[in-house]
């Protein structure tokens, strides 16, 4: 089975930190994904990537950036971390096909900014 | 892609069948309709999908009506492990994809 992994499973920051969340994927997926999970509003798309530095926006990209230097990585990137960017991160990764929808889920990244 | 619709929870009794509903009305033709699951504290987790025809798997099945315009995932004999935030999502087919996630259903299965 695939397998998405999140670097970390809880993460504490404070106002103003530069913070790295990192998201390996095991099956040579070409496209990967970043989401965050707030109560009531479901999952929100905040980038994706369909190959090796190659990035689009999601849509909520705003206070994000992403990197992707080598396919099975992708890097979730808060440049100056607020307090309205505490959530849930999820990655996900996939393999394009017509008839192969099926995203892959890490267990996701619960963010606290202080 | 097209809208869905479903109700923010349900209940359903252990070993009883879990139905649950999906409305998407403005469904085009070349949408497949995918179910997702997210159990509490993890990532969402694929369970089925399908463009017309009703579609089986280990999991769940997936009843499609005529029209297309809904759906209705089934969960055959729910457990407690199956309670669960249920998301429909209609999609269109292809290489790039952006899957949609709303809020979802949240079943609750009682003992």
């Known amino acids: 089975d695939v397998k998405v992994t999140q670097s970390s499973r809880y993460l504490v920051k404070r106002t103003g930190e530069k913070v790295f969340l990192e998201c390996v994927q095991d099956?040579?997926?070409?496209?990967m994904f970043w989401y965050r999970q707030d109560p009531g509003l479901g999952l929100r798309l905040i980038y994706f990537?369909?190959?090796?530095?190659?990035?689009e926006k999601g849509d909520i990209p705003e206070g994000y950036s992403v990197s992707r230097e080598k396919k099975e990585r992708f890097s979730l990137i808060l440049e100056s971390a607020s307090t309205n960017q505490t959530s849930m991160y999820l990655c996900?990764?996939?393999?394009?096909?017509?008839?192969?929808?099926?995203?892959?889920f890490g267990s996701g990244t619960q963010l606290s900014v202080l | 892609d097209a809208k869905t619709t479903q109700p923010t929870s349900m209940d359903c009794a252990e070993g009883r069948a879990a139905n649950l509903p999906c409305n998407h009305s403005t469904i085009s033709g070349n949408e497949y309709v995918y179910w997702y699951r997210q159990i509490h504290s993890q990532g969402p987790q694929y369970i089925i999908h399908?463009?017309?025809n009703n579609e089986t798997n280990e999991m769940a099945s997936l009843i499609i009506t005529e029209d297309r315009k809904s759906s209705t995932l089934i969960l055959p004999h729910a457990t407690l492990r199956d309670t669960a935030v249920y998301y429909c999502i209609v999609r269109r087919g292809g290489a790039t994809n952006k899957l949609i996630f709303g809020t979802g259903t949240l079943l609750a299965v009682q003992p």
């Open positions: 990537s369909y190959d090796v530095k190659m990035k």
């Open positions: 399908g463009l017309k």
């Open positions: 996900a990764s996939h393999r394009p096909g017509r008839n192969n929808e099926k995203l892959f």
């Open positions: 099956m040579d997926h070409e496209n």
